[in-house]
């Protein structure tokens, strides 16, 4: 029995109550952050650069006198691309060269049809101007995703991508730029926090305004997003990672095992879950956690996710542990089974989903061409990952012809009627003819 990670099972009269508890996850912001992120941003509404330079002395250790000098050359990140060991760069840009490929399918075509009277209705879509994308600094800096952020913006046509990146004591991940090179970044600043995203969401005099900022961040750049939304679009305010395998006691239990070690390696607040119908194999499973737990370097974040808000749980068949899957809409999905094809109609909510043993969660973070921006926190009932779609937006089109205007008008100056707007109705009459 593992001492790491909690055993449940659906059979216990408790069991939805116990779920739905470990699945909570309070996402309210601490109010000292919020009150700092208020204040920056209204600082540098107001100021503009010089605020933005104020903060990152402040944050970021770095002395710049202007904007300028925070502003990286594209010839820095070719350099960086240039520079980096044969196998790295060889790596990144086969990912980036698969991320690619799939999202290229993503993309939305304009479309038109014409009634029998001549009027014509369509949808033109079009690619947002600006976008900005947030990379994480210092210790948390990915690679994977400036690809999975801004490959699907420039996919779908983005004119400008503006990538802020702080650089702590003007320490460069020479991997980030090189990604950020492949994927086509058109202007990089050296800038994080909420003053970053202050910059991108209003503008200052050196970096204009966006229309939409994407990409991970910590709580001062997750409460940042959610104040500047409606005046900029956001991606999504991501919660703590997740994986929830499906197994059905066929595979290799340190494989499973592993997986669980994969998204709990994230922070203490990653959740991974396993539901399996054979008591059997969960025994395992927890043996090969406790074996192998002790190898891993970052052993104790694992072992304070797996205690917080893990979970091995015994269901009374696949089919319940699909039901189960559906309540719990997962990030990650694993469908661990010797017939992963069986199960997929039955899972209606989940961010991604990865067929059979030998499709590990950790190929889609950074290879296997979907995003790996995916909805947190049981919001893949309502969302969806990151796409070519996030960056494109769709204008309706009406084209009227006069003998449409006799069939649309009277049913709509009838509506208008109905609903007390005289003028709405007198436009539509006056185009009637008499």
Same mark, same amino acid.
């Given at each position: 029995?593992s001492?790491?990670v909690?055993?449940?099972?659906s059979?216990?009269p408790?069991f939805?109550?116990?779920? @739905?508890?470990?699945?909570?996850?309070?996402?309210?912001? #601490?109010?000292?952050i919020e009150?700092?992120?208020?204040?920056?941003?209204a600082?540098?509404r107001?100021?503009g650069?010089?605020?933005? /330079?104020d903060?990152?002395?402040?944050?970021?250790?770095? @002395?710049?006198?202007?904007?300028?000098? /925070?502003e990286l050359?594209?010839?820095?990140?070719?350099?960086?691309?240039n520079?980096?060991?044969?196998? $790295? !760069?060889e790596?990144?840009?086969?990912?980036?060269?698969?991320?690619?490929?799939y999202?290229?399918?993503q993309k939305?075509?304009?479309w038109?049809?014409?009634?029998a009277?001549?009027?014509?209705?369509?949808?033109?879509v079009t690619?947002?101007d600006?976008?900005?994308?947030?990379?994480?600094?210092?210790?948390?800096?990915?690679?994977?995703?400036?690809?999975?952020?801004?490959i699907?913006?420039k996919v779908?046509g983005?004119?400008?991508?503006i990538?802020?990146?702080?650089?702590?004591?003007? $320490?460069k991940?020479?991997l980030v730029l090189?990604?950020a090179?492949?994927?086509?970044?058109?202007?990089v600043?050296?800038?994080?926090?909420?003053?970053?995203?202050?910059?991108? *969401?209003y503008?200052?005099?050196? +970096?204009?305004q966006?229309?939409k900022?994407v990409?991970?961040?910590?709580?001062?750049v997750?409460?940042?997003?959610r104040?500047?939304?409606?005046?900029?679009?956001? #991606?999504m305010?991501?919660?703590?990672?997740?994986?929830?395998?499906?197994? @059905?006691g066929?595979?290799d239990?340190?494989?499973t095992a592993i997986?669980l070690?994969a998204?709990a390696?994230h922070?203490e607040l *990653?959740?991974?879950?396993?539901l399996?119908p054979?008591?059997?194999?969960?025994?395992?499973v927890?043996?090969?956690?406790?074996?192998?737990?002790?190898?891993?370097?970052?052993?104790?974040?694992? *072992?304070?996710? /797996?205690?917080?808000?893990?979970?091995? +749980?015994?269901?009374?068949? /696949?089919?319940e542990?699909?039901?189960i899957?559906?309540?719990? *809409?997962?990030?990650?999905?694993?469908?661990a089974?010797? #017939?992963?094809r069986?199960l997929?109609?039955k899972?209606r909510?989940a961010?991604?989903?990865?067929?059979?043993?030998?499709?590990?969660?950790s190929?889609? #973070?950074y290879?296997?061409?979907?995003?790996?921006?995916?909805?947190?926190?049981?919001?893949?009932?309502?969302?969806?990952p990151?796409?070519?779609?996030?960056?494109?937006?769709?204008?309706?089109?009406?084209e009227v012809?006069?003998a449409?205007?006799?069939t649309?008008?009277?049913?709509a100056?009838?509506?208008a009627?109905?609903?007390?707007?005289?003028?709405h109705a007198r436009?539509?009459?006056? !185009?009637i003819k008499?």
């Amino acid at each position: 029995m593992s001492q790491t990670v909690r055993r449940l099972s659906s059979r216990d009269p408790e069991f939805l109550s116990t779920l @739905d508890a470990l699945l909570a996850f309070d996402n309210s912001t #601490d109010e000292a952050i919020e009150r700092t992120v208020a204040e920056v941003l209204a600082n540098v509404r107001t100021v503009g650069d010089a605020a933005v /330079l104020d903060y990152t002395r402040r944050f970021d250790r770095l @002395d710049a006198k202007t904007m300028t000098e /925070l502003e990286l050359p594209l010839g820095e990140l070719a350099a960086a691309h240039n520079a980096l060991p044969a196998d $790295q !760069r060889e790596a990144l840009s086969r990912a980036a060269s698969r991320i690619r490929s799939y999202h290229e399918r993503q993309k939305i075509d304009s479309w038109e049809y014409t009634e029998a009277d001549g009027t014509r209705l369509g949808q033109q879509v079009t690619p947002l101007d600006r976008v900005g994308l947030y990379v994480p600094g210092g210790k948390a800096a990915y690679p994977s995703s400036v690809l999975m952020n801004a490959i699907p913006a420039k996919v779908a046509g983005v004119k400008e991508l503006i990538m802020v990146v702080p650089t702590p004591g003007g $320490q460069k991940n020479p991997l980030v730029l090189a990604a950020a090179y492949l994927a086509g970044v058109d202007r990089v600043f050296t800038i994080g926090g909420a003053q970053a995203v202050a910059a991108l *969401a209003y503008g200052t005099q050196t +970096i204009p305004q966006v229309d939409k900022i994407v990409g991970p961040g910590n709580a001062y750049v997750a409460s940042a997003k959610r104040r500047v939304f409606g005046t900029v679009g956001i #991606d999504m305010v991501a919660g703590p990672s997740e994986v929830l395998v499906i197994s @059905d006691g066929s595979g290799d239990p340190e494989w499973t095992a592993i997986d669980l070690f994969a998204q709990a390696e994230h922070d203490e607040l *990653a959740q991974s879950i396993l539901l399996c119908p054979d008591a059997a194999y969960l025994d395992r499973v927890a043996a090969a956690i406790e074996r192998l737990l002790p190898t891993m370097p970052r052993k104790e974040t694992i *072992a304070a996710s /797996l205690q917080g808000r893990g979970a091995l +749980i015994e269901v009374t068949d /696949l089919d319940e542990a699909c039901v189960i899957a559906n309540r719990i *809409a997962p990030e990650h999905l694993e469908l661990a089974v010797e #017939d992963p094809r069986a199960l997929l109609p039955k899972i209606r909510h989940a961010g991604a989903i990865f067929l059979g043993h030998y499709c590990s969660e950790s190929l889609g #973070d950074y290879c296997a061409g979907p995003n790996h921006v995916l909805p947190t926190s049981r919001s893949a009932r309502f969302s969806s990952p990151l796409g070519v779609y996030d960056f494109q937006k769709r204008s309706s089109i009406i084209e009227v012809s006069q003998a449409g205007a006799q069939t649309l008008g009277p049913i709509a100056a009838t509506l208008a009627h109905g609903e007390g707007l005289t003028a709405h109705a007198r436009a539509a009459e006056l !185009r009637i003819k008499r």
